[in-house]
């Protein structure tokens, strides 16, 4: 993302003369070699200006004066999202899209609606909340999926638009594992309990009744305690302690992740392919306008 520096990849700014293949030879004038390693070079610099000596093929090596970061987290993330979208893009056709919710917070409302305006108007949508950390806004984005296209609207010069907006086209999946927790797990059962679409993955974490830090010690510590907790029309309170079995399950093996692989991505493409199948599309009458 190169308009925020924080998740952006500092070797990416404008003027910084480094290129793929290049060696990083110094930092801030410390060799770099196998024994001493980047990382150690960089040991408490996160957030500071470096110097970086380059090389670059048999040219004299040159100096870079560049940025660090505090954390490689958010672009790995995004590398990892954006390879995700590409891959069920490309295995569909153009026909799928792909949104990834990291967690049920300030963060995961904006990924989801990052990739809603675009991903919703596919003809099938795979909802991945694998690896959701959870938090409180589940319902919120489970009524933009819940919403039906009724009608369109159509104006004088522009192409339609349906309504209500943002409404998916066709059918969806989610996947989820291990890793979905809290509201994490209410957003995987609710999605199959309303009939959204199946679910695809690993039995979620389990962990759902919420706290309220609200007791503040002398000493700056805050204690908790179990305050809220759900009960659902079909299992009650079980998805605490449980967790939501999918729909279909699906492992990752450690030889899928060393080989690169995502069978739960797969299975989510395959079935939300199948399902498009024998699903008919809603479009308005292209070229009748009754006022013209």
Known sequence: DPWNPDVSSPLADPGVDIELGDRIVSIDGMEVNQSNPPGQALVDKGGRAVTLIIRRGRRRPHRVVTRTLKSEQMLRYRDWVTKNRRYVAESTDGRVGYIHIPDMQLWGFGEFHRGLSTEIDHEGLVVDVRYNRGGNVSQLLLQKLLRERRGWVVSRWREPQPFPAHAPVGPMVALANELAGSDGDIFSHS????????????RTWGGVVGIWPQQTLMDGTVTTQPEFGYWFDDVGYQVENYGTDPDIEVFITPEDYAADRDPQLDRGVTEVLAIMESHALPSP??????WE
Do not use: A, Q, S, W
């Open 191 to 202: 999605f199959k309990r309303t009939g959204l679409g199946p679910l695809i993955g690993t």
């Open 285 to 290: 009458e292209p070229d009748y306008r009754p």
